[in-house]
Structure formats: C-alpha cells, structure tokens
C-alpha cells in the first residue's frame, strides 16, 4: 500500500511510514534511540485506532514545548522508591511513554506475584493515549486502571469560567475470552483537547458544548478556546447535562495523578514551569489479578456474558448495533490497516517545516 490523497487533500499513509516519520523528527531532537523506538509504536498505535488527537498529530505540540524548554528529550528514567506491591518512578521531564511503559510493566509484574499492583509516575509530560497502557495489563491476565493530570488548567469546574483542571483522562481495561477485552479510554472533559486543536488546524468550526469562551459561553470557534482564553467542558457540557459528573471524575484523576506522585497539580501556581525542562506532569497505574477474587477463567467469563448482554441491545437504528468500550477502536483498526492513516493538509504541513527546521527525513511525501 503507497500514500495517496484524497479529494479533500488528505494524505493517507501506512503505519510503518509515520512511525517512520515520528521516529525521524524524535532522533532528530536528541531522544535516545530505545526511546525513540517505544514513543514512537505508542504514539503510531493511537493513530492505528483513530485515536487522531494522541499520534503523529502531537509532534507540533511537542516541538513548541521542547523550543520553551518545558520538556527535556534526552533524559534517564529512574525508580525512585519501591515495594513488593507500589513504586515511584521520576521521568525526569521527559515524554511520558517510557516511563508508562515501565510502570505498566512493573504493575503486571507486581500484580501477577502479589495480587494487585500500583505505580506512580512524577516529573513527566504527554503519555499518549491512556488506554494503550491498560490494554497491555488487560493482555495480561490483569484488569488495569490509568490516570494522567495534564499541562495546564483549561477545564472549567461547573458552575466557573476559569479553567482549574486539565483533560485528566482515565482509562480501564478488562480481559476476556472471547471478546476483545473491554477497553474504556475517556477524558472526563465533553472532548479530548487534541480535537479542538484538530478542528483548530483545519480551520474547522467546534459543535457547540466542546468549549467555552471567557466569559462562561458556549463558542463553535477554536480560536477562542487556543488563544482567547476560552475554556474546555468538563464532560456533559453544562450543569443540566450531567457536566458536575465530568467535573468530580477530573477532580478523583487530579488527585489519583498527583497526589501519590507528588507531582505538581494542574490549578497550582506556575504548574509546568517551576523546574526547566519539566511539565511536572504525574501518571497513576493500578492493576489487579482477578484469580485473587474468583478461580482462574471465571472473571473473564463474566465480563464476556455481560458484553453479550449489551450487544443484544436492541438498537435504535439497525445499522448500528451496540457496542461496547474499545470496539470502536478495534473497527478503525482494522480499517486502517488497508486504508493507511490520515494526514490532513495542515498537519501535514507543520510537519513538514518541523522537519526541515529540525533536519529530519520527511517521509510523508
């Protein structure tokens, strides 16, 4: 399969070449190579699903903060304090795929010889798509819990104006047997940030509810959330939509994120810019082995019976039966793996110049 472009200039282009191309510009800014290698499979694997707000797209976000000196690419990643059953691991303002990497590994490890399992992660940044690390406990045997605090507060609490907290995702896995595990990968905003900045770099406009403007109103222009001090939603939108919901999962995230980690919280003074060359970002992973409640195999029947019974949902279109968490994910997948993964013409382009400004192979041609 080779690039093409479609009618709306879109280029679609195989998964090993953007891996091919994150790699590149990440070597280019110093990034040691066997992290070069594992950010760039998460980062390409959240583009893989259709998680388009966490892959490729993220390298102008990345370029802006390693210019301010906000993150540091070439760093060492250490354990800092440790027991049978919890760690700590200081990312040293590095990405944060490493360091997860090495905390999902440690849960599984952990969890499979003491039952359960958690690790804390401090002085990180952007850690990609938070279910990538749930769906490797899922993979073992584990159900698996993550959590991430973000780069600054931009989520307005209901009822305020002023942004307090970050997107603060929070993903679950489950496994199965016969069914893909069950995979839930959600912000506990009405959106992901990326895709405002998505919609932003297209020239697009936002369905009402993504954002506000300063003021506390509903806008459909991106701009005014990127540079006009504009707020996100916490998820539900409004406080007649459920958004206090939203808002009280942000909060339990910021507090799962940071407090355990020591990481700095997001609504604090000068959070991200109290240490150069960090975001002072804090990641949580919890996982548990399910034979410590119930004998081997019987959990993972459990949660098969309970996908079954939603799938027999009877839907209200026809053509669109119900799904569970993870199965959207699991359809574009295997889409993609024909179709390539989209590059739209304006991240393209940024892309492009950020190579050239970088000295980096640009392969998406």
């Known amino acids: 399969m080779g690039h093409r472009v479609d009618e ?76 049978p059953t919890t760690a700590l691991i200081d990312a ?25 399992a958690a690790v804390a992660v401090r002085e990180s940044a952007h850690f990609g798509a938070t279910g990538y690390y749930t769906r490797l406990m899922a993979a073992a045997g584990l159900v698996g819990i993550a959590t991430t605090n973000g780069s600054g507060p931009r989520t307005a609490p209901t009822f305020g104006k002023e942004g307090k907290l970050s997107t603060n995702p929070i993903a679950f896995a489950a496994p199965t047997k016969r069914h893909e595990a ?3 990968d959600m912000a506990t905003t009405t959106v992901a940030a990326g895709k405002i900045r998505n919609k932003w770099n297209e020239g697009q406009r936002l369905p009402i509810g993504w954002a506000n403007d300063a003021d506390g109103n509903a806008s459909d ?97 026809p053509d669109q039966p119900v799904m569970v968490a993870g199965e959207p994910e699991n359809i574009v997948r295997e889409e993609r793996k024909t179709t390539g993964i989209p590059i739209p013409p304006g991240l393209r382009g940024q892309i492009q110049e950020i190579a050239r400004q970088s000295n980096a192979a640009f392969v998406l041609v």
């Open 92 to 116: 040293g303002g590095g990405l944060g795929y490493v360091p997860s990497l090495l905390a999902t590994k440690m849960c599984i490890d952990k969890a499979k010889a003491m039952g359960m």
């Open 221 to 317: 222009d991106p701009e005014v959330y990127v540079s006009r001090g504009g707020v996100q939603t916490p998820l539900g939108g409004s406080r007649e939509l459920g958004s206090h919901k939203g808002y009280g999962l942000g909060a339990m995230v910021e507090i799962l994120s940071a407090s355990f980690s020591g990481a700095s919280l997001v609504s604090a003074p000068n959070h991200g810019s109290n240490k150069p060359g960090s975001m002072e970002i804090g990641h949580f992973f919890l996982a548990i082995d399910p034979t410590q409640f119930r004998e081997a195999g019987e959990f993972e029947d459990s949660t098969d019976e309970l996908i079954d019974m939603l799938h027999a949902t009877k839907p209200m279109d």
């Open 8 to 83: 709306n200039d879109v280029m679609w282009a195989p998964q090993e070449v953007v891996q091919e191309q994150i790699a590149a510009i990440l070597t280019a800014w110093g990034m040691k190579p066997e992290h070069v290698a594992a950010t760039a499979e998460v980062m390409v694997d959240a583009d893989a699903c259709g998680i388009d707000t966490h892959g490729i797209s993220m390298l102008p976000p990345y370029d802006d903060r390693r210019r301010r000196n906000v993150i540091t690419l070439d760093v060492g990643v250490e354990v800092v304090r440790e027991t």
């Open 182 to 184: 069950f995979s839930l």
